[in-house]
């Protein structure tokens, strides 16, 4: 049974720092992108960063590079987002999910499983 969980949300000002981590079960994690995604409430899902299987490949949307790091450790079945500088825009809850891919990309409907997200509040 394939599963992802998210931890490491919370409430955090303005400038602040969170870590975020989606930890796998049920798959060969190495063989499978990640990529994390936010829902703020009454929008859209969108794509914040993805990550390759093997991790040496990343991509992020514009409003959070520089900002934002993903990364994986592929013997702890782990990946994580590393979320600088953070702004009240970024207030949304965080899914990560499994790309049927080793390579990552940015459409929701390429990612086949999903944890249940984590959520993230910065305050002004």
């Known amino acids: 049974q394939v599963t992802l969980v998210e931890t490491g949300g919370g409430l955090v000002q303005a400038g602040g720092s969170l870590i975020l981590s989606c930890t796998a079960s049920g798959f060969l994690f190495s063989n499978y992108a990640i990529g994390w995604f936010r829902q703020a409430p009454g929008k859209d899902r969108e794509y914040v960063a993805a990550i390759s299987g093997a991790g040496g490949t990343t991509g992020y949307t514009d409003s959070v590079q520089g900002r934002f790091a993903i990364s994986r450790d592929n013997d702890k079945n782990t990946a994580y987002l590393q979320m600088n500088d953070l702004k009240p825009e970024d207030t949304a809850v965080y899914y990560c999910?499994?790309?049927?891919?080793?390579?990552?990309?940015?459409?929701?409907?390429?990612?086949?499983?999903w944890g249940q997200g984590t959520q993230v509040t910065v305050s002004s």
């Open positions: 999910a499994r790309r049927g891919l080793r390579v990552p990309g940015s459409v929701p409907s390429t990612y086949d499983y």
